[in-house]
């Protein structure tokens, strides 16, 4: 029959969380490689705190969000999320060890510079303008599921260097390393409570995008991938 409508004829559009076995796969083997603990890891990890503890110190933004943009740190904790989808005890091992690591090392990393360089953590404008609360949670839940969409789908993987800004991670826990060299004890838990806010947030963001992507039936492949580089290593 003529269509006397064309304007209004259907067109093939794809939804925003339709994505296919294969783009859950790619995702699921890049998330374990970017947060395998080796040496890049490590030195890309110790580089990236240098630089936000010299912006701290220098009271530099553009050295603090250098040092966002550089620091693996949103990989663990998306590794986190993905554990509590697929819910499973080696994936969830895996997880739970990178991320403490990954936290111990660059609060450990922060102390030992607090401890060679003198600084007075009062004397730091920046410290001043970091919180946790119901604004910050709000903020680190958008970015989580934010960098969760745009990790899997990788026409909007261009954003992740924006999203990276945005997740507040490595500061505050450079702050803690800090704060625990001046035995600012003050400091110290305003700064951790922020770091776990924010890990939070971004653990409930990227949660619920990874069950709208259903990446839970990729559990063989996620289960697959970190039992080969238990044997790797």
């Known amino acids: 029959m003529f269509n006397l409508f064309p304007i ?18 790619i995702f699921c083997r890049e998330l374990i490689n970017s947060s395998s603990l080796n040496t890049s890891f490590y030195v890309l990890l110790i580089v990236s705190v240098f630089i936000v503890l010299a912006g701290l110190l220098k009271n530099s933004m553009p050295l603090l969000i250098g040092g966002m943009l550089v620091a693996p740190m949103l990989s663990p904790v998306l ?31 922060s102390m030992f510079f607090g401890l060679i360089f003198p600084f007075r953590t009062n004397e730091m404008e920046l410290i001043k303008q970091m919180g946790a609360g119901g604004f910050e949670l709000f903020i680190a839940i958008l970015a989580g599921a934010a960098a969760s969409l745009s990790w899997v789908k990788k026409n909007l993987s261009t954003s992740l260097a924006g999203i990276a800004i945005a997740v507040t991670l490595l500061p505050p826990l ?60």
């Open 8 to 25: 209004f004829k259907k067109k093939n559009t794809s939804n925003t969380f339709d994505v296919s076995s294969n783009e859950r796969k």
């Open 79 to 109: 590794g986190l999320s993905l554990a509590l989808i697929i819910m499973n005890y080696k994936v969830s091992v895996r997880a739970l060890k990178v991320f403490l690591l990954t936290t111990l090392l660059a609060l450990s990393v």
């Open 174 to 233: 450079a702050v803690a390393g800090l704060a625990l060299a001046a035995l600012d004890y003050t400091i110290f838990i305003s700064a951790i409570w922020t770091y776990f806010i924010n890990v939070l947030g971004i653990i409930i963001g990227s949660f619920i995008i990874f069950m709208a992507l259903k990446v839970k039936k990729e559990e063989k492949q996620v289960v697959s991938g970190v039992s080969q580089e238990n044997k790797e290593k």
